[in-house]
């Protein structure tokens, strides 16, 4: 077991996410930024959807009960091992009775923890991402224990690697959405000539952004929208849902964030700058 | 079965928007259940189809797909002629306590309805309303086809909590919170039946197309409900029908 000696900010445990019940209105859920699961289950050789935690802000105090071995990516949140710094986007040994702790905020918003062979806990409706009333918990928390199988020998074929730097990146890459043509000239331009600044207001299901680019008056009927969908409201300020965003929605979908844009938008926090930069994918 | 024009848009890397005319209809939902159906048999299991009012949303996460190709696909499919289908869909029969201290919104409702409270209660349980769309919350149903005379505007101010069953009203809306969530609609009451069980095999037992009817109930009944609910032998009544 994992013991939770205390939670951190918001520490969920997902994994690729729930599919194929979207029709029923439950959210895709999984990791926001899916670049940093990916590198970590990598490194660990795990299947690239094995569930990690998902730590936010400000990291959680958990005690291994068992050996095995472990890999942190995404944002730099100053893990430690028993309180000895270790690096990110590597694979370290630990023994039953190590105690990883995390310290200041250094880069970024959203940083994972992976564990070889992935915790293992229960999927409900595919998926063991943390999503109430999907499963009965938010969050982790305190005294909890997450079980994770015992590995006592792991030698990665890759230890350690370089990733490209996003946590910065000021571009979010996005494509038209299916009410684009229903902008103005000037709110096309001002979408791709504003630098975006992110509220208060942001979470796993969505962002929400300060600046407006004018009104709309268009009224247009609940229709299904994705992870890094934008929304426009009828006030002109835009919302970049996220993985636990609702299925469906009423306000115009003008931009689509890709896969690689909705990691890089994950690991931005409030008063962050964005600017939206257009892509061709077809 | 006369044919609705249609038209596709690449949604993301993932999806395909078909759209059907802008209007709240029963033909156009069934020309995009009937499409729908159809392409179940003809596209692989990782295709996601969400449908709802005028639309029919495919998602495809795990495999890329060329678009261009599937645009003249889907268009050529829609073209074909297909043998009318007779979609097996339900009316569910849903129980609803109209008492005051769950229709907390209900006198202030009948009021500015200009209509005593027994007839709000007659005119919401007389109608069948059809599931246009799912989402919002897990098992959140939008239900079409609220009677004029008990349109009414969304609250001012939003409750941040309305309690999990509530039933309310909302412009041309009517719906059923599936569980605890912030919501400006104006309660009227509650309906013991879980609408999302996440550990049923079908999360949400009404799909898009169904129909659904409120049934008044007695607050004792409701309590007997609820605890069947709990315990897990509640199923609520339903009737079979072919649209």
């Known amino acids: 077991m994992l013991k939770v000696i205390a939670p951190g900010f918001y520490t969920t445990l997902q994994d690729a996410g729930r599919r194929h019940w979207r029709h029923k209105g439950v959210p895709v859920s999984g990791t926001m930024d899916d670049l940093a699961r990916h590198h970590v289950n990598t490194l660990l050789e795990n299947p690239s959807d094995a569930a990690v935690l998902e730590i936010t802000m400000t990291g959680p105090k958990l005690l291994f009960e068992q050996d095995t071995y472990i890999c942190i990516s995404g944002a730099d949140i100053s893990p430690g091992l028993n309180e000895n710094p270790i690096q990110l986007y590597q694979v370290y040994k630990v023994v039953a009775g190590d105690l990883l702790s995390f310290g200041k905020l250094v880069k970024g918003f959203r940083t994972y923890l992976g564990i070889k062979g992935g915790f293992q806990t229960e999927a409900v409706l595919g998926s063991a991402s943390q999503y109430p009333p999907v499963t009965e918990k938010k969050t982790i928390e305190e005294n909890a224990g997450l079980s994770y199988p015992k590995v006592s020998h792991f030698e990665p074929r890759i230890p350690q690697i370089k990733t490209e730097d996003y946590l910065d990146a000021l571009e979010i890459e996005v494509t038209e959405g299916p009410e684009w043509d229903l902008l103005t000239d000037t709110q096309k331009k001002l979408l791709f000539a504003t630098d975006f600044t992110v509220s208060k207001e942001n979470d796993r299901m969505a962002y929400r952004l300060e600046e407006k680019i004018g009104e709309h008056s268009y009224s247009m009927l609940t229709s299904a929208v994705l992870p890094g969908t934008v929304q426009m409201t009828p006030e002109g300020k835009l919302i970049v849902l996220m993985k636990d965003g609702q299925t469906t929605g009423g306000y115009l979908r003008i931009l689509q964030l890709s896969t690689r844009a909705i990691a890089v938008m994950a690991q931005k926090k409030t008063a962050d700058t964005l600017r939206f930069k257009r892509i061709q994918i077809r | ?243």
């Open chain 2, 1 to 243: 079965m006369s044919q609705f024009p249609i038209t596709l848009k690449s949604f993301g890397k993932t999806a395909i928007l078909i759209e059907w005319p802008r209007q709240v209809d029963e033909a156009v939902l069934k020309h995009i259940l009937t499409y729908q159906h159809f392409l179940k048999t003809k596209l692989e299991d990782s295709w996601e189809m969400i449908p709802a009012y005028n639309s029919l949303t495919l998602i495809n996460s795990y495999a890329d797909f060329d678009y261009q190709k599937m645009r003249d696909q889907l268009f050529s499919w829609y073209e074909m002629p297909k043998p009318e289908l007779h979609l097996k869909q339900h009316l569910w029969k849903l129980p609803v306590c109209y008492d005051l201290e769950f229709g907390i919104d209900l006198e202030a409702v009948a009021e500015a309805l200009l209509l005593p409270i027994p007839e709000v209660i007659r005119k919401h349980t007389s109608h069948v309303y059809t599931v246009y769309g799912i989402g919002f919350l897990p098992g959140f149903m939008y239900l079409g086809g609220l009677p004029n005379a008990l349109e009414i505007k969304r609250k001012k101010t939003p409750r941040l909590r309305v309690a999990k069953g509530s039933v309310g009203l909302a412009g041309k809306q009517t719906g059923v919170y599936p569980q605890d969530s912030p919501g400006g609609w104006n309660i009227i009451g509650r309906c013991p039946v879980p609408l999302f069980n996440p550990h049923a095999a079908d999360p949400c037992f009404a799909s898009v197309g169904d129909k659904i009817q409120f049934i008044p109930i007695e607050r004792a009944e409701y309590e007997l409900h609820k605890i069947e609910a709990e315990v897990g032998i509640y199923t609520p009544e339903k009737e079979e029908f072919h649209a």
